[in-house]
């Protein structure tokens, strides 16, 4: 029996597909964002102090993460939407419009949490 439930709460195989590619994409940025002399470099042209990148990509790496883990989903997946919604409004806000990549990341994002949501409340059922 337990089983059986266990299995009903997963994702259709393109949506499982989707998680884990936008997962993986976001936290080798993150990874990269976090690590980069260059990103550093580039960060601190905004004139903002270097902790508030170390924290947006530490926030984005933990999201992330648990975004992949399938008991997790849910709780990384909303918590990754807010840290990619924190990200455009920082972009925006110093005139970096370029942000359709992170709308994109975000979109997925809840396309996944959408699904895992509506999985999760049907087996309750």
């Known amino acids: 029996m337990t089983r059986v439930l266990m299995n009903n709460d997963r994702l259709p195989a393109p949506l499982l597909v989707l998680q884990w590619v936008v997962g993986l994409v976001i936290l080798e940025q993150s990874l990269r964002f976090a690590f ?7 960060f601190a042209k905004t004139g ?10 530490w926030a ?4 992330a ?4 883990v399938p008991r997790a989903t849910l709780v990384g997946g909303r918590f990754l939407i807010a ?7 920082i972009h925006i806000l ?7 990549v992170l709308v994109v990341y975000a979109a997925a994002t809840w ?6 949501s ?3 409340e049907q087996q309750q059922r």
């Open 83 to 89: 840290v990619l919604g924190a990200a455009i409004v």
């Open 118 to 120: 509506a999985a999760a």
């Open 48 to 57: 903002l102090p270097n902790f508030i990148r170390l924290g947006l990509a």
């Open 94 to 100: 110093h005139g970096w419009f370029d942000v359709g």
């Open 36 to 42: 980069s002399p260059e990103a550093a470099r580039a």
């Open 111 to 116: 396309a996944v949490v959408a699904a895992k």
């Open 60 to 63: 984005e790496i933990a999201a």
């Open 65 to 68: 993460i648990l975004f992949l």
